[in-house]
């Protein structure tokens, strides 16, 4: 079956460096995408990795390793407002269909 | 500004009605989607459109149909609504080539009593 794996919960700090993790399972792999969603809002998308290698914009930055089938979404300068849901998401080989992650619920304390 | 829109952000309907839940996007997007989204499952995609009048099921098809008459709109619809339909409903838009990024309405809330 096609699945993707991410810690359902993470709590840090304001200021700190927090990493979120994802591991999938498909049956094809286009790219690793990563949405945010607050409470109560729509998913928002953050960053797109379809090689591998680190992505970095502003404070957000994303990495992908196709040989582990492994990406995680690395968060630095932690501010409250990063308190959210995030989800990571594979768009499969035929590039219509994307799966997504339950999830991670990022507490960010202060 | 790009922008999705979905006809209702709360919907209550009764067992058995038929439901149509309209979205409508402004970025002449090729790709548009409906997701489901319930807590601790994450996002799940029930049908999806690659383009006018062209429709494929995603993972979570039963119960549901869609219908892309026009390039910016595409509508879910419950046959018959049940209880298990109660949840919140995501339609997203995409272009067909570049990276994955997904556009998303607001959302429609329905409660199927």
């Excluded at chain 1, 399972?25 to 379809?50: C, E, I, K, R, V």
């Excluded at chain 2, 409906?34 to 099921?57: A, H, N, T």
């Excluded at chain 2, 595409?74 to 339909?85: D, G, P």
């Excluded at chain 2, 990276?99 to 429609?108: E, I, K, L």
């Amino acid at each position: 079956g096609q699945s993707l794996e991410q810690p359902s919960e993470v709590t840090a700090v304001e200021g700190a460096i927090v990493q979120i993790n994802c591991t999938y399972q498909t049956s094809g792999f286009y790219g690793l995408s990563w949405y945010q969603q607050h409470d109560g809002g729509a998913p928002t998308f953050l960053s797109y990795n379809a090689l591998d290698g680190l992505e970095e914009t502003g404070r957000f930055s994303s990495f992908l390793s196709r040989s582990d089938s492994y990406g995680y979404l690395l968060l630095q300068e932690l501010q409250m407002k990063d308190s959210a849901s995030y989800f990571c998401a594979v768009r499969d080989t035929g590039g219509f269909k994307t799966i997504f992650g339950a999830g991670t619920r990022l507490f960010v304390k202060a | 500004d790009v922008k999705v829109t979905q006809s209702s952000r709360y919907l209550v309907k009764r067992t058995g009605e038929k439901v149509f839940l309209e979205c409508v996007q402004d970025m002449d997007h090729e790709n548009m989607f409906w997701y489901r989204q319930d807590p601790g499952l994450g996002l799940r995609l029930i049908y999806f459109s690659y383009d006018v009048k062209m429709k494929e099921k995603g993972d979570i098809p039963e119960g549901y149909s869609v219908s892309r008459e026009k390039k910016e709109r595409f509508s879910l619809i419950l046959e018959s609504a049940s209880t298990n339909q109660t949840s919140m409903y995501l339609c997203a838009s995409r272009t067909a080539g570049g990276t994955d990024t997904q556009y998303f309405g607001p959302g429609t809330r329905l409660t199927v009593l």
